[in-house]
T-cell receptor, first 112, second 113 residues
Framework: QKEVEQDPGPLSVPEGAIVSLNCTYS??????FMWYRQYSRKGPELLMY????GNKEDGRFTAQVDKSSKYISLFIRDSQPSDSATYLC????????????FGKGMKLTVNP | GAGVSQSPSNKVTEKGKDVELRCDPI?????LYWYRQSLGQGLEFLIY????????KSGLPSDRFSAERTGGSVSTLTIQRTQQEDSAVYLC???????????FGPGTRLTVL
């Protein structure tokens, strides 16, 4: 079992849809949970950064972490064509390996 | 600029040749990472530098791969005797300290013919 599992998709939705992206993980030591967004032929950029369980909202984006279920989600409300990208979940342990562990990434297309 | 830069942006080489990929991290960032991203695959960790500590080389796929970081700043990833399976995008990232808040460069797209 890989440490982080993410459905690679692809996922195609109409503009304005609510998008839900998910990852599961096996290492209970993970403390920090990130979502990176990667546009075609660009490097990933940090989109959301959360610590431990709970929700974090930033504009149209909400990140959820459920440590008891080892499950994280990213919700995108009122999706726009500009949200079309690959979304990678990533996890981190402070004082551990000090390396991010990434999911494979989900390719999202928002159709106008 | 203020971001992470990588050069070259594209590299085409012949099987068996050596290549060097360069990363200029953000000034003051002590942590520097190299990743490899192949088509349809996620980010594969290669090597990690943190300050003056010995690098974590646990992700290097073979002894043909090596990296160094000079003066705690610029890093070079070297691939010797390139193989076709080395074709991928090589990404560099840096952060002020190990935190998960990595800033990525645009990557070098390596094609081995």
């Amino acid at each position: 079992q890989k440490e982080v599992e993410q459905d690679p998709g692809p996922l195609s939705v109409p503009e304005g849809a609510i998008v839900s992206l998910n990852c599961t993980y096996s290492n209970s030591a993970f403390q920090y949970f990130m979502w990176y967004r990667q546009y075609s032929r660009k490097g990933p950029e940090l989109l959301m950064y959360t610590y431990s369980s709970g929700n974090k909202e930033d504009g149209r984006f909400t990140a959820q972490v459920d440590k008891s279920s080892k499950y994280i989600s990213l919700f995108i409300r009122d999706s726009q064509p500009s949200d079309s990208a690959t979304y990678l979940c990533a996890m981190f342990t402070q004082g551990g390996s000090e390396k991010l562990v990434f999911g494979k990434g989900m390719k999202l297309t928002v159709n106008p | 600029g203020a971001g992470v830069s990588q050069s070259p942006s594209n590299k085409v080489t012949e099987k068996g040749k050596d290549v060097e990929l360069r990363c200029d991290p953000i000034s003051g960032h002590t942590a520097l990472y190299w990743y490899r991203q192949s088509l349809g695959q996620g980010l594969e960790f290669l090597i990690y530098f943190q300050g003056n500590s010995a690098p974590d080389k646990s992700g290097l796929p073979s002894d043909r791969f090596s990296a160094e970081r000079t003066g705690g700043s610029v890093s070079t990833l070297t691939i010797q005797r390139t193989q076709q399976e080395d074709s991928a995008v090589y990404l560099c990232a840096s952060s002020p300290h190990p935190s998960g808040r990595e800033v990525f460069g645009p990557g070098t797209r390596l094609t081995v013919l």
